[in-house]
C-alpha cells in the first residue's frame, strides 16, 4: 500500500520542522479536506474573553500539506485552473465516504512542478531561500521515493 | 500600596458596570422598536380611532382637523392605541432579551460543535508531561474550587490562543492547535495563556459577558438591520420617526457597544493580573509580546490617535496596556478614568431621553431598574478630586472571585422597591396623561392638520414699509383715534370741532388713497388685512363726512365708530403678523 498525504507531509515535517510535528498531530485528527480547509483559512484571533500570543505556529505545515494534497488530490496544476476542477475539489466529494488517496508516481517534470510550487509558496509564507529549497528538496525526495517503491 | 491594590482598583464596580451597559442596551432596543412600531401602526389607528369619533374623513381637510381636535373619543382611542403601540414596543424588547438568553446558551452547543476532548491529544508532545496533567496542574493553581473546567481542542485553529465559553458553572476552556504546538516549544507561553483564560473562570466573567455579547448580536440582527433596511420605505407612512427621533436609539446602540468593549477590556486586565500574580504565570510572555508590539509601532501623533482610537472599539487591551498594568504598583484610587466617566453620563442621557415615564406601568418599572443601576454605578464612575489609598478590605485577589456585597444589594433592591411601591401609590400617569393626548394631537397626519400660513418674509415687510406701508400705517392708526373724540364726552369746544372734523376726513381720504397706491404685500392674508382696514376707515370716514349728517347724527358717529374699531382691529392683527415675522414697527 502507497503513502498519503498524511504520511508524506508527515515525513517531510519531522525532517525539517519538528518543532511543526505537534500543531501536524493536532491536525490529523481532521480528515484531509478539514486540514487543507483549516489550514487555508485565517487563524481566528480577538474572540471575546480569547487570548493568545503572536506566534507563528505552522509556517511549513501549511506549505507541504496543500502542495501535496494538490499533487494528490487533483493532479500536478491540472485541476488548479479549471474553475470546474475547483468547484469539484470543493463540493465534488463531499458527503462521500472519505478515502485518502494514495500517492501517484510522478514523473521527473512533474516533480520539477512540485519543486518549483514549494520554492514559490515556501517564500511567500516567509521562509528564506535556503530553508525553502531545502524543503522543496525534501519533498521531491520523499514523493519520489514512494513513487519508486 | 502592592500589586493587590491595583488589582481592587481593575475589579471595582465591575458588574454594576456591565449592568449599565445592558440598560443602554436595552434602551436601545426599546427606543429603536417604539420608533418602528408607531411608524408602522399610526396611520391605521389615525383612520380606526377617526371612525370611532364618528368624524367623516372625506370632509374638507380644515374641517376634519378641527372636528377632530375638539374631539374627546378620538383623543381616548388615540391615547388608547399608543398605549396599544408602547405595549408592543415593550414586549418586543423583551423577546429580544429572550432571544439573547436562548442564543447564550445556544453558543456553547454551536461552538461545541466541532471540537474535540483534550484527553485525545494526551500522546502529544512533549511526551513527557500529558496534555491532560499539565492542565491539571494549571487548574490547581488558579484555585477555582468547584468551577473546573472542561478542556477541548480545536484542531482548526491554529493560532496559539485560546478561549472560554460556556456555561458559567461548566465552563469550556477551548485550545488552539497551535498553542498545543507551543506546550514543548514554550512552555511559559503555554501556561500563560491557559492560566488567563482559567483566571476568568475564576473572576466568573463568562455569563455576564456572553449575555452582553448575545444581546448585542441579537439587537443587530433584529433591530439595527431591519429598521435601517425598512427606513427608506418609512417616510410614506403617516408618523414616519424623523432623524432626530432615530438618534436616540442608534446612539444607545452605540454607548452600549463602547461600553462593553470597555468593560471587556478590563476584564482581560484582571484575568492578567490574577493570571500572572495569583497563579504564578511567567510576566516574562507579557513583556516579550508588549515589546514585539512597540517595536512593529509605527510613530507619529495621526498613528498615536487612530489607534487610541480604534483601541475604544476593541475588547481587548493592547500589550503595552496589558503589560503596563501589570507592572504596576502603588496607585491612588483616583476613581473612574474619563473614559469610564463619559461613558456612564451618556448612559444617564440615554436612559433619560428614552424611556418615557408617561408610557405605562412597565415602561416606568424599567425606567426605575435604570436609574437604580445608574445610582449604583456613579460611585465608580466618576472621577475623585482627591485621590485616596486604596484599602484593600471587600476587594482583591483573594480565591473565590469578584466580592459579592450582599448588603449593597440589598440596599440596591430595597430602593427599587421603595420607587415602585411610591409609583403604585401616587400613579400621576396611567396611559391617559396628558402629554400622550398633546402627542396624539400632534400626530394626525398632515393633510388634516389646520396650520396658520406662513408669515411673510422679513426682508419683504421692511422693504413694504419702507415703501410707504410704515407711513400709511402710522397715519392710519392716528386718524382713527378720532372716533372716541367724536363719541365720548372729551368733545372739544364748538368752534374747534367743524375744524377737526374738516381735517380728519381731509386725512383720511388721504390715507386711504395713500393705502390703495402702495405695493401689495407679498403674503394674501396680510393683504387683505391691509384691505380691509382701508374698506372700513374709507366706509366710517364716508359717514362722518356724509354732508347734513356729520358729528350731530348720534347714529351715524356710532356706525363710523364701529367700522373704525373693525379697522383698528385689522391694523392690529397686521402689525401682530409683522412682529411674529421678526420686524417690531415702532408705535405710532
Redesign the interface.
Known amino acids: 500500500m502507497g503513502s498519503t498525504v498524511r504520511h508524506v507531509v508527515r515525513d517531510v515535517v519531522a525532517a525539517r520542522a519538528p518543532?511543526?510535528?505537534?500543531?501536524l498531530?493536532?491536525?490529523l485528527?481532521?480528515d484531509d479536506e478539514?486540514v487543507g480547509?483549516?489550514?487555508r483559512?485565517r487563524?481566528?484571533?480577538?474572540?471575546?474573553?480569547?487570548?493568545?500570543?503572536?506566534?507563528a505556529?505552522?509556517v511549513v505545515v501549511p506549505v507541504v500539506w496543500l502542495v501535496v494534497d494538490e499533487v494528490v488530490n487533483r493532479g500536478v496544476g491540472a485541476a488548479a485552473d479549471s474553475v470546474l476542477g475547483r468547484l469539484r475539489s470543493r463540493f465534488g466529494r463531499r458527503g462521500l465516504p472519505e478515502e485518502a488517496a494514495e500517492v501517484p508516481a510522478l514523473t521527473r517534470e512533474q516533480l520539477v512542478v512540485v519543486h518549483q510550487l514549494v520554492v514559490e509558496r515556501g517564500a511567500a509564507a516567509g521562509i528564506g531561500p535556503k530553508e525553502a529549497e531545502a524543503l522543496a528538496d525534501a519533498v521531491v525526495s520523499r514523493l519520489a521515493r514512494d513513487g519508486g517503491e | 500600596m502592592g500589586a493587590n491594590d491595583v488589582r481592587a482598583l481593575a475589579d471595582r464596580g465591575t458588574v454594576r458596570r456591565y449592568v449599565v451597559t445592558l440598560v443602554v442596551l436595552v434602551a436601545a432596543v426599546l427606543e429603536t422598536a417604539r420608533s418602528a412600531v408607531r411608524a408602522f401602526t399610526s396611520e391605521a389607528s389615525f383612520r380606526r380611532c377617526a371612525d370611532r369619533a364618528g368624524v367623516d374623513l372625506g370632509l374638507p381637510a380644515e374641517e376634519v382637523g378641527n372636528r377632530l381636535a375638539v374631539s374627546g373619543a378620538f383623543t381616548d382611542c388615540r391615547v388608547g392605541e399608543e398605549a396599544w403601540a408602547s405595549g408592543m414596543a415593550l414586549a418586543f424588547t423583551g423577546g429580544v432579551v429572550v432571544a439573547a438568553l436562548l442564543l447564550c446558551l445556544a453558543i456553547p452547543v454551536w461552538r461545541g460543535r466541532r471540537l474535540r476532548p483534550a484527553e485525545r491529544f494526551d500522546g502529544g508532545r512533549p511526551t513527557w508531561l500529558p496534555l491532560t496533567v499539565h492542565l491539571e496542574r494549571l487548574v490547581s493553581r488558579s484555585e477555582l474550587g468547584r468551577r473546573a473546567p472542561v478542556f477541548v481542542v480545536d484542531p482548526r485553529q491554529h493560532a496559539a490562543g485560546a478561549v472560554v465559553f460556556g456555561h458559567p458553572r461548566r465552563p469550556t476552556v477551548c485550545l488552539g492547535a497551535g498553542l498545543l504546538s507551543c506546550r514543548a516549544r514554550r512552555q511559559k507561553a503555554f501556561e500563560a495563556v491557559v492560566l488567563h483564560e482559567l483566571a476568568h473562570v475564576r473572576n466568573g466573567d463568562i455569563g455576564i459577558t456572553y449575555f452582553t455579547v448575545a444581546l448585542w448580536r441579537v439587537y443587530c440582527a433584529a433591530v439595527l438591520v431591519p429598521f435601517l433596511l425598512l427606513s427608506p420605505w418609512l417616510p410614506a407612512q403617516e408618523q414616519a420617526p424623523a432623524a432626530g427621533t432615530l438618534a436616540p436609539g442608534l446612539a444607545a446602540a452605540l454607548l452600549g457597544y463602547l461600553s462593553r468593549a470597555e468593560v471587556l477590556r478590563h476584564r482581560e486586565l484582571v484575568a492578567d493580573f490574577d493570571a500572572v500574580h495569583l497563579a504564578g504565570a511567567e510576566g516574562a510572555v507579557w513583556r516579550t509580546a508588549a515589546e514585539a508590539e512597540a517595536e512593529a509601532r509605527r510613530e507619529g501623533w495621526a498613528r498615536a490617535a487612530g489607534r487610541w482610537f480604534a483601541g475604544l472599539w476593541r475588547a481587548h487591551p493592547s500589550w503595552e496596556e496589558r503589560h503596563t498594568f501589570l507592572t504596576r504598583r502603588g496607585r491612588m484610587d483616583h476613581g473612574a478614568t474619563g473614559l469610564q466617566s463619559a461613558l456612564y453620563v451618556g448612559a444617564l442621557f440615554t436612559v433619560l431621553f428614552t424611556v418615557d415615564l408617561t408610557e405605562g406601568r412597565a415602561a416606568r418599572l424599567l425606567f426605575y431598574a435604570a436609574v437604580v443601576a445608574l445610582i449604583a454605578a456613579a460611585g465608580v464612575s466618576m472621577p475623585r478630586k482627591r485621590p485616596r489609598p486604596v484599602s484593600l478590605d471587600g476587594a482583591g485577589a483573594r480565591a473565590g472571585g469578584r466580592t459579592r456585597p450582599v448588603r449593597r444589594l440589598g440596599v440596591l433592591v430595597a430602593a427599587f422597591c421603595l420607587l415602585v411601591a411610591a409609583d403604585a401609590a401616587l400613579s400621576p400617569f396611567d396611559g391617559t396623561g396628558l402629554p400622550d393626548a398633546m402627542a396624539n394631537r400632534e400626530s394626525l397626519p398632515a393633510e388634516f392638520r389646520h396650520e396658520p400660513p406662513p408669515p411673510p418674509a422679513p426682508a419683504e415687510v421692511a422693504e413694504w414699509e419702507r415703501a410707504g406701508g410704515r407711513d400709511v400705517l402710522d397715519r392710519l392708526d392716528a386718524a382713527l383715534g378720532i372716533a372716541p373724540a367724536l363719541t365720548f364726552t372729551s368733545l372739544p369746544p364748538e368752534g374747534d370741532e367743524a375744524e377737526l372734523l374738516a381735517d380728519h376726513c381731509a386725512e383720511i381720504r388721504a390715507v386711504v388713497r395713500d393705502g390703495r397706491a402702495l405695493r401689495p404685500l407679498p403674503t394674501e392674508r396680510e393683504q387683505g388685512l391691509i384691505e380691509d382696514a382701508l374698506t372700513s376707515a374709507e366706509d366710517g370716514g364716508a359717514l362722518l363726512c356724509a354732508d347734513g349728517r356729520g358729528p350731530d347724527d348720534a347714529r351715524a358717529v356710532v356706525e363710523a365708530d364701529l367700522h373704525y374699531t373693525r379697522a383698528g382691529t385689522d391694523l392690529m392683527s397686521l402689525r401682530l403678523t409683522f412682529l411674529v415675522a421678526g420686524l417690531v414697527p415702532e408705535p405710532p
Not at chain 1, 43 to 55: H, N, V, Y
Open positions: 518543532g511543526e510535528l505537534a500543531l498531530d493536532t491536525l485528527v481532521l478539514e480547509r483549516a489550514l483559512g487563524a481566528r484571533r480577538g474572540d471575546t474573553l480569547g487570548f493568545g500570543i503572536a506566534e505556529t505552522a
